[in-house]
Nanobody, 119 residues
């Protein structure tokens, strides 16, 4: 089970930190991804991280977002800085086996947390 937290509303240029807590499954064997989905848009990869800390970021967030994880705590975080209105979406945490941008390759999903960035 994956549970996200930390979403909310912020003005453009602000920051938020999302958390994803895993339970019931050894987090050390999974890569974890953060995806987001805005209304009427497809779900897209924001960032993903392997068990050894290798990361993959979507082009639109490179240099602004940072993903990290603590395998012992079964926690994953997404630090989001310099937020823009176009970052507004529901953000999902997902567990998979690679850094793939394809949502279908991730087997476990959280319920999502809303991030709203106002201009």
């Amino acid at each position: 089970q994956l549970v996200e937290s930390g979403g909310g509303s912020v003005q453009a240029g602000g920051s938020l930190r999302l958390s994803c807590a895993a339970s019931g499954r050894p987090a050390a064997i999974d890569s974890v991804g953060w995806f987001r989905q805005a209304p009427e848009k497809q779900r897209e990869l924001v960032a993903a991280i392997t068990t050894t800390g290798v990361t993959n970021y979507g082009d639109s967030v490179k240099g602004r977002f940072t993903m990290s994880r603590d395998n012992a705590k079964k926690m994953v975080w997404l630090q989001m800085n310099s937020l823009k209105p176009e970052d507004t979406a529901v953000y999902y945490c997902a567990a998979g086996r690679s850094l793939s941008p394809r949502p279908g390759l991730y087997n476990y999903w959280g319920q999502g947390t809303q991030v709203t960035v106002s201009s």
